[in-house]
């Protein structure tokens, strides 16, 4: 028969397909595979209506052939069949699947990579092959026809011989260049492994001969060759299967091996949609961060499937960063196989289906916090400070969706307590959630602020994560409740009396304390407090920025030019010490000069600041000591 030609489209598309340099060629046999099943897909359901369709469900298969002598790979199907004319119709145009309206949006695109963004179909297998022959007979006809191309010089379609009804494919592949290595595609356990990857799902059995060296009975030490069939495919997806149905042990292993995790998860989520877009979506909370789960390696993801056969690995748009933790997949019969890449990350279905499970995973972890506290801590030891960075991140954006997911570590017990919690438990009037920052708890409680809090009878979070302090200025507000920093300036602890009297004393001796900023050098200004029980000094921050943030800021890289906190000394207005420096101004400067110097020192320590200069302060405290 005459050679015919593709047509134009086809041609161009082909073209690039045959020259790409797309690395992901293996989807060609996904392709092909997917083709077969829809092909069986086809027979099956019109069996179900058509008396002289006989096979049954299991009489229905894909098998692979790979002849390493003859470098060919043929995937055969018992499926419906093509007819001379569907074989010219279906194979000989390629303008289904949506590429070419993608081309004419988009002239520049010549040259992008085509077949990394759209599904191709039976045309990616020009990718591996320079020769394929198609042999197709359809079910209940007695003739067949062999469709074969080179390429994109165009096809020829004959007569031919085949027994059984379907098609046969036969791949002739390329020879090995220096870059690909085509043979690999006849090799058993490559292609064992792509069936695994992407096709594992498919619900007819994907089978191949497989031959072996063997002993000749059991316990003989004599070996021969011996052949058997073997299905390569699982079929029946774990998450098609209705939950009660699979035990916990199946979902851990199922999770343990195909996200390499040595621990069962913490939680098994499924998931079942059945809106505009439906979809199922089986979704693993892992007990412990991943080694690199706080580094820029790490990427977040799902897996996206089509009907049981995988499109991405790794789909990012599924899974907000704060819950980038989640493992696991999404399977939609309403996705197709020939969506684009590129598209996808715009495509409405998608963006569905991740609202709603950004909606089912948060609910999870409710669940989780209110009916099992202990995992839901042991989660939030290993994941909390995604969350507190989600809920700082985009400018507080989505404070409202983690806020309740939080929980910070408080002067009650040490232990871990939400936002309500603690709101719930406050003393009736109070309107305030106070916090302090430190390295640790110990640390934090060691302050004098604190201390002063935690003697008026106040509960305080402790912050010990750098971010932390960053999340709670970024949610502002829980409900009526305004976040103070005990370490700051403007709080008020004491009752209206001592207050006030303190604020007499700081105005009546202002030059006094103006002259101990002076010497100290480094202050905004000196008060007296009335904040503080027991400890004669303290350094507090006055402004946005407290000691503890500016510490974090300065860590970073290139902060050299990062905002400085600033810092307020207060002085205990009921301490000896008070008495003590209102005397020496009088009487004493250069001695008070001196107690400035260590009571700077001092506060600075119990701030957990180091002292800049530890020989004066050691020699200064010497001398008055003696
Ligand atoms: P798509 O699968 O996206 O439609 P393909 O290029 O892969 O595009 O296939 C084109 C058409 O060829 C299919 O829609 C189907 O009708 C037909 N076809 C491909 N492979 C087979 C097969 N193994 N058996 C029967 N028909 C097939």
């Known amino acids: 028969m005459k050679k015919k030609q593709f047509k134009t489209e086809s041609k161009k598309l082909l073209d690039m397909m045959i020259n790409s340099i797309y690395t992901h060629k293996e989807i060609f046999l996904r392709e092909l595979i997917s083709n077969a099943s829809d092909a069986i897909d086809k027979l099956y359901f019109r069996s179900l209506t058509d008396s002289s369709v006989t096979l049954t469900k299991g009489d229905y298969a894909i098998w692979l052939e790979a002849d390493k002598a003859a470098r060919t790979l043929t995937i055969s199907d018992n499926g419906c069949g093509m007819t001379q004319e569907e074989l010219e119709n279906n194979l000989g145009t390629i303008a289904k699947s949506g590429s070419f309206e993608f081309k004419r949006d988009n002239e520049s695109a010549e040259d992008v990579d085509v077949i990394g963004q759209f599904g191709v179909g039976f045309y990616s297998a020009f990718m591996v092959a320079d020769k394929i022959t198609v042999y197709s007979k359809p079910f209940g006809t007695e003739c067949a026809y062999k469709w074969e191309s080179e390429g994109a010089d165009g096809y020829t379609i004959d007569v031919c011989d085949k027994e059984s009804f379907g098609t046969k494919i036969v791949l002739y592949i390329k020879p090995d260049t220096e870059d690909e290595k085509y043979s690999e595609f006849l090799e058993e356990y490559r292609l064992r492994a792509l069936v695994k990857k992407y096709s594992d799902y498919i619900r007819y059995p994907i089978k191949m001969e497989i031959t072996r060296e063997e002993p000749k009975e ?6 021969i060759t011996k052949t058997h069939t073997e299905t390569l495919n699982s079929m029946v997806p774990i998450w098609k299967r209705a939950k009660g149905e699979v035990s916990d042990d199946e979902y851990n292993a199922f999770y343990s091996e195909k996200y390499y995790d040595y621990e069962a998860p913490a939680r098994v989520i499924t998931q079942k949609s059945e809106g505009l877009t439906s979809f199922e979506a089986l979704l693993f909370i892992p007990k412990h961060a991943p080694y690199n789960y706080y580094t820029k390696d790490y990427e977040k993801g799902l897996e996206l499937y089509s009907s049981g056969v995988m499109i991405t690995e790794r789909c990012q748009d599924l899974l907000p960063d704060y819950f980038g933790f989640v493992k696991g997949l999404v399977d939609s019969q309403d996705l197709s196989l020939n969506i684009s890449r590129e598209m996808l990350q715009h495509d409405r279905q998608l963006r569905a289906i991740a609202k709603a499970i950004e909606k089912k995973i948060k609910s999870e972890l409710e669940s989780m916090r209110d009916g099992d506290r202990e995992a839901y801590e042991a989660f939030f030891d290993a994941f909390g400070i995604q969350l507190k960075f989600g809920a700082y991140s985009d400018f507080g954006m989505h404070k409202d969706t983690l806020c309740d997911l939080l929980m910070f570590k408080t002067s009650k017990e040490g232990k871990y307590a939400t936002l309500k919690e603690y709101t719930e438990r406050v003393p009736e009037g109070q309107k305030v959630i106070y916090y302090a920052s430190g390295e640790s708890a110990e640390k934090i409680a060691m ?12 509960e305080v979070l402790y912050l010990t994560d750098d971010v932390d302090e960053f999340t709670l200025r970024a949610i ?47 202050v905004a200004s000196v008060k007296f407090s009335a904040n503080l029980t027991k400890y004669p000094v303290c350094l507090s921050s006055e402004g946005e920025l407290s000691v503890e943030m500016e510490k974090v800021l300065r860590k970073m890289p290139n902060q050299d030019g990062a905002p400085s906190a600033s810092v307020v000394m207060e002085i205990n207005h009921n301490h000896p010490i008070a008495e003590r420096l209102i005397s020496l101004y009088f009487s004493d400067k250069d001695k008070l000069s001196e107690y400035a110097k260590v009571l700077y020192s001092i506060a600075s320590l119990i ?20």
């Open 447 to 458: 302050l004098p602020q604190v201390d002063a809090a935690l003697s008026r009878g106040l």
């Open 218 to 223: 059991e316990g003989s030490s004599e070996y």
């Open 607 to 626: 701030n957990g600041v180091s002292v800049e200069n530890p020989a004066e302060f050691a020699e200064l405290v010497a001398k008055l000591l003696v």
């Open 476 to 522: 502002g507000k829980y409900g009526d409740f305004e976040f103070k920093n005990v370490t700051a300036e403007q709080v008020d602890l004491a009752d209206g009396e001592a207050k006030a009297k303190a604020e007499e004393m700081t105005k009546a001796n202002e030059e006094m304390l103006g002259f101990i900023k002076e010497k100290i050098g480094k």
